[in-house]
């Protein structure tokens, strides 16, 4: 089973951060990782950037959506990396995302892949189907 | 409520190959190391629901471990000197703090290679590695295989005993040994890998949690030999034939072919992480082994659109490398359907029969069933007919069979 370990910070905590030595935390991170690699459970990750000027929200409230800068000050809880781990339980699941070298105000939301067997009779649903198929052309995950 | 066995079992799964290493180490004695292991494993399972699952469960285990050690050898009435010095040694270790046994890489690698020992049998050797690497239960092994804990049991007890009797040392192959010891640990992962992907017992056609399971040692022993191109290879090949699961049974269970399989149920993310594996293999660059060119004709597959618009020009060259370096009438078929599919039936019906009158693949049902197919694409359907009968004739799989029956009877 897969599963996604999502790092979420709240803004103290990340201006907290920002007052640690950075190599530090790739150090630390860098170990995480490693070790994750070497059991050989890890399949993806990454790091998503701070910076909003980079970053935009889609809210579909509105009809065309309305796109905005941010995500500022409504989400206290920034959502700032993930990885991918694939293991045999969700107890292993807890043992690797305890690991994680996060700090008083951080968080790691754990949530488990669907499975096509999540579907169950709805396997063979042209949509569901049909939406593998745009995965699979536009080559994202 | 927390199941201190199920969180005990996963914490050895983690951490249970660098502990049974470092004790292995420590003791020179891959088969005390691991009996000290499984002890400090049964005191966790007793002590850990009143005290809590502690700290660092790892170096827990392996402290508790370490003190048996010593005090089975304090505990001997005969002590020998060995023993003796051993167990002072240990006594006057550096400390018991969260880091003092820290295990490194290269102990980890010794034990892959001593589960994979010549003296072993191969079905052991397949027990202990998913033990000892992959932390796994005799009971989890045996559920994943599909046979009696009481054989796995056995199997692994009987390879101790043999690794005892040989007095094998806790060292990694001399370099004159290497590749073929390292060739041998790389088979015992795919063979774990192959049974998962195509098993050969049980209702299933297919079991991906024992995949998976090859999937993960195959990882761990890339990160373990990452100057060694086949191992990355390897992995390479278990990821892009893995990427296909998806696709390849219906809801009841039967399996579909690769040419009518629904490719958008290839798992992309897959196929990427097994280029990308190959991608490290060839920038080693120490040219293709087996395992390289078995995953580049997997690419080929995985990353075409359709069956017509696959590069078989390019798998047959790959199968033409494969077979100079691993002779083998398999890949000798193999490469007949691709040169099929590349250049038409006439010049594939040339090295199939060559197969045949060579008296390749006696026996098998797979030359006659391939052979009825290029006679038929080549109109010479009675001949064809024969082939296909011959073929139903000899295959052990009732649903094969009747696919070339039906095959028989429509030419």
Redesign the interface.
Known sequence: MKYMLIMRATDAARQDYEKVDFNEIIEKMGAYNEAL?????M??GDGLADSMADNFVVDFTADPPIVTDGPYGETHELFSGFWMI????K??A???ASRCPLGPGSKLEVRRVTE?SDFGEY??NPRL?QQ??W???S??? | MVDTGRTVAAVWRIEGARIVATLARLTNDVVLAEDLAQEAVVDALRQWPETGIPQNPGAWLTAVAKRKAIDTWRRRERLNERYQAIAHDLAAGPDDGPDAWQPIDDDVLRLVFIACHPVIAREAQVALTLRLIGGLSTEEIARLFLLPVATIQQRIVRAKKTLAAAKVPFEAPDPSEWRARLGSVLGVVYLIFTEGYAATAGEQWMRTDLANEALRLGRVLAGLTPREPEAHALVALMELQASRFGARLRPDGTPILLADQDRARWDRAQIGRGQAALARADALGRGRGSYALQAAIAECHATAPSIDDTDWARIVLLYEALGRIAPNPVVDLNRAVAVSMATGPASALLIVDGLADAGALRGSSLLPSVRGELLARLGRAEEARSEFVTAAALTANSRERGVLLAKAAAL
Do not use: P
């Open positions: 690699l070497k059991a050989g459970v399949l993806a694939q293991v045999a339980s107890e292993e807890i043992e690797w096509m396997a063979d189907k593998e198929t995965r699979a052309e080559g994202q995950v």
